[in-house]
């Protein structure tokens, strides 16, 4: 279920190298990666990507805003390493395999004929991609990574899945709500702008 395909007949490449190409083909043309590089039974590439993305967003935030570091027990930097380690490692993981079952769950009324799981995971753990920049204290800068996460969701359910833009974004409302609004700071940037 989580095993890396094939680069030579679908699925992404390994490695950094794999990662920043990923990156750029999602941000560039997210429709042309969605239909060519999702595959099933390939999560793992996905799976590393997102915590790569969720890793240089919190890490960035904690070197940016000095009031985020989490501080127990007047240890600052031990603490601020195993908040970072849990979030990419534990939290992460897990946040996005409970959000693909709630996105499938979804996408029932939407289309019988949907791909399966494995492929919600991808989509879910590629459109983090913008997000990278999300840990950057500009309210603007962080409004434009979730919006372009979130447009980009909707195209990654919408080729995947096979389904029209206005439904894959029906369906993914929710998804796009809890990972771009809550998740990545979209809805406090927007506050603190208005």
Known sequence: MT?????GTRGREKG??????SWIAVMVAPRRFFSRAV??????????????VVAIEEGSRYLLVPAARPVV????MATTVVVLLVTVLLVAPLGLHLLAALQT??????TADRAGISETVQVLAYATAPCVFAGVPIPAVTIAAAGYGAIVLGIGLATVHDVEYHQAL??????????????????????LLV
Do not use: E, H
């Open 105 to 110: 769950i979804l996408l029932w009324p939407i």
């Open 39 to 52: 595959a099933p039974g390939d999560q793992a590439p996905g799976l590393v990507f997102l915590l790569v």
């Open 73 to 76: 027990d007047s240890q600052p």
């Open 170 to 191: 029906v369906a993914g409302a929710i998804p796009i709500a809890l990972v771009y609004g809550v998740v990545f700071g979209g809805f406090d940037a927007i506050s």
């Open 3 to 7: 095993q890396w395909v094939d680069p």
């Open 16 to 21: 950094p190298i794999g990662l920043v190409q």
